[in-house]
């Protein structure tokens, strides 16, 4: 697998402490970390050799520090630290060359290459509109099929559609009794008679009865039940995937729950030969020992119906068999975790080799969403409200003449539809937000309109160079004429990237990305106003053709990488703002 830029330096730095410490590599790289800005790039701490030394660990820094041999950095004690900083070159020239070769790609890998992982992620429920709460497994599960691919990994994206159950047999007795057949296929008329049943059920139980026993007859193939599911199934979809089509996402299979009504019998089977099965107060439930308090796993109910736990298992059993996996990623709200917990419990208990490659990545909520309408609750509601919000913004920086666009309905919709994504990516994945119009669609904080515009500004800058006839230049001829702190700054931002999608993957959590996204725009946007300052430090400097050739490569380095982070979010980058 070859090395990014950074980690490049950082092994060549271990290999380093390690032969000066006579000790294991993986002991160093197990201590090896990221130094403080004003120290370096890479720090040991001393205090785990110097207690094998029995040596005060400043001491001991400052005696082994000038044994470190690590071509390409400055090697020097601080205190109980090694700390390393890397030189100015070829450092410079060998990130904007990365940058250069990958386009596009930068920050891609091989990591995962012939490997499989498997995302279940968004899984709305048919004939109901989509929610505003089901952008969080929407838009995460998209991040994270975006970053696997990116390092390799063959990525089998899956939509499971909560299309089975009771709360269709809810849908379909509500409508005899407050629906109105023109609007049949009108996703917010059924979720209103969905609410209406809904009541009515749980104020009467004859017609909750009524409700199971028309999921009874879905599940017993009943050809009129079944016909009208069907229809609204395919209804709910065509929504759907126009929602889906306004945030770029794709997905390899709409695969709901009823995908598996005919393989249960098989699994229940498996599980009583394996595990064991018992009735409990007419129910069949997984013979486990269970903790007080802790619900059983239910595999069918007194009246024979299956549950949401045994299409669960279904699913990964299926899944494993067609896909082989190496991972299987469910994007489920932290509600869910001992559900989870639960099935994947059962099937370690089932002796399925392949039930630690099962996890469970958890999300928290979203808070606060309330506009001049008032509370919004669906998905289109908040994406229309957000392109509306853009498209006033556009109009008032185009007439102040800080937005160049002949498309501004266009830019608000990506505008709109990439602060919603990003607002919610740039928090850590299990914790809550808030919800906050102004903050999501500012220009300046950490919002997504503020990175989409730091990348439109760098291609501005490309492109007014471009106009003036700037010559292409060579990135290993002028990289040494980048010396100002800023652009130093500036290069290690770029060069982290590929490093830092290897982390996201492992951690399941795409706000680094954002994050990373937020400290570069900043970033950006204070080197390219030194020029107010002092005209030696503009990126166009006209005086220095060396130093203005190296300072558009560090732009167009930047923009690549602006870009590619955008993109590994799911997050639109548009080429003028």
């Known amino acids: 697998m070859k090395l990014s830029v950074l980690q490049h330096y950082k092994q060549t730095l271990a290999s380093a402490l390690a032969d000066a410490l006579s000790c294991p590599l993986t002991e160093v790289e197990k201590h090896l970390k990221p130094a403080e800005e004003a120290h370096g790039d890479f720090a040991l701490p001393m205090f785990a050799w110097a207690k094998l030394a029995q040596k005060p660990p400043a001491q001991l820094a400052a005696e082994v520090a000038p044994q470190v041999c690590a071509p390409g950095m400055e090697v020097k004690a601080t205190g109980p630290y090694i700390n390393a900083r890397i030189c100015p070159m070829p450092f410079a020239a060998e990130v904007l060359l990365a940058t250069k070769q990958q386009g596009e790609n930068y ?14 992620f968004s ?13 969080r497994s929407t838009v995460i599960g998209n991040a994270l099929a975006n970053l696997y691919r990116s390092q390799g990994w063959k990525v089998v994206g899956i939509n499971y559609l909560g299309d089975w159950g009771k709360q269709f047999g809810l849908v379909a007795e509500g409508f005899g009794l407050f629906g109105e057949e023109a609007q049949k296929h009108s996703m917010q008329h059924l979720v209103e008679v969905y609410i209406k049943a809904n009541a009515k059920a749980e104020a009467e139980p004859e017609f909750d009865a009524k409700a199971r026993a028309f999921f009874a007859r879905m599940e017993a193939g009943e050809a009129k039940a079944l016909a009208l599911w069907q229809e609204l199934r395919e209804a709910s979809l065509l929504e759907f995937k126009a929602l889906y089509a306004r945030l770029g996402i794709h997905f390899d299979l709409y695969e709901g729950e009823s995908f598996y009504q005919n393989k249960m019998e098989g699994l229940i089977e498996e599980i009583s030969n394996t595990v064991g099965t018992r009735l409990s107060e007419g129910a069949l439930i997984v013979n486990l020992p269970y903790a007080e308090a802790e619900p059983p796993v239910l595999l069918k109910k007194n009246d024979g119906s299956t549950l949401y736990a045994t299409r669960d298992l279904a699913a990964a059993v299926d899944r494993f068999n067609r896909f082989g996996f190496d991972k299987c990623l469910y994007v489920v709200a932290a509600d869910q975790s001992l559900h989870f917990r639960q099935c994947f419990f059962v099937l370690e208990k089932m002796q399925k080799a ?7 990545v958890p999300f928290g909520r979203v808070h606060g969403m309330s506009t001049r309408k008032g ?30 666009t002949e498309a501004p309905e266009e830019l608000a919709e990506q ?13 850590r994945r299990t914790t809550d937000y808030v919800f906050e119009w102004e903050e999501l669609l500012s220009f300046e904080g950490h919002t997504g309109v503020y990175v989409q ?15 003036s006839g700037s010559p292409h230049v060579d990135a290993l001829s002028f990289a040494h004429a980048l010396k100002l702190p800023e652009e130093q700054s500036l ?4 060069a982290r990237l590929p490093q830092l999608v290897e982390e996201a ?17 900043a970033a950006f946007s204070r080197w390219y106003t030194l020029g107010n300052q002092d005209r030696s430090k503009r990126v166009l400097v006209e005086e220095n053709p060396p130093v203005r050739s190296a300072r558009l490569l560090l732009v167009e380095a930047v923009c690549t990488a602006l870009g590619s982070g955008l993109r590994l979010l799911g997050v639109f980058a548009p080429r003028r703002m």
């Open 453 to 467: 515009y730091a990348h439109a500004r760098a291609l501005a800058i490309l492109q007014k160079a471009a106009e």
């Open 505 to 521: 993957v492992e951690q399941n959590e795409p706000s680094f990305v954002a994050r990373w996204l937020l400290e570069g725009a």
């Open 107 to 120: 920050g891609a890998g091989t990591s995962g290459a012939g490997k499989t992982v498997v995302i279940d």
């Open 415 to 427: 505008i709109g539809c990439g602060a919603i994504v990003f607002g919610d990516l740039k928090n």
């Open 123 to 135: 899984s709305p429920n048919i004939a109901k509109p989509m929610a505003f709460h089901h952008i």
């Open 491 to 494: 290069l290690r931002w770029v």
């Open 375 to 404: 509370q919004l609750h669906l998905l289109s509601e908040v994406l229309d409200e957000a392109k509306t919000r853009a498209l006033e913004k556009v109009k008032e920086n185009i007439a102040q003449g800080k937005i160049h």
């Open 354 to 360: 392949w039930a630690p490659r099962l996890t469970h």
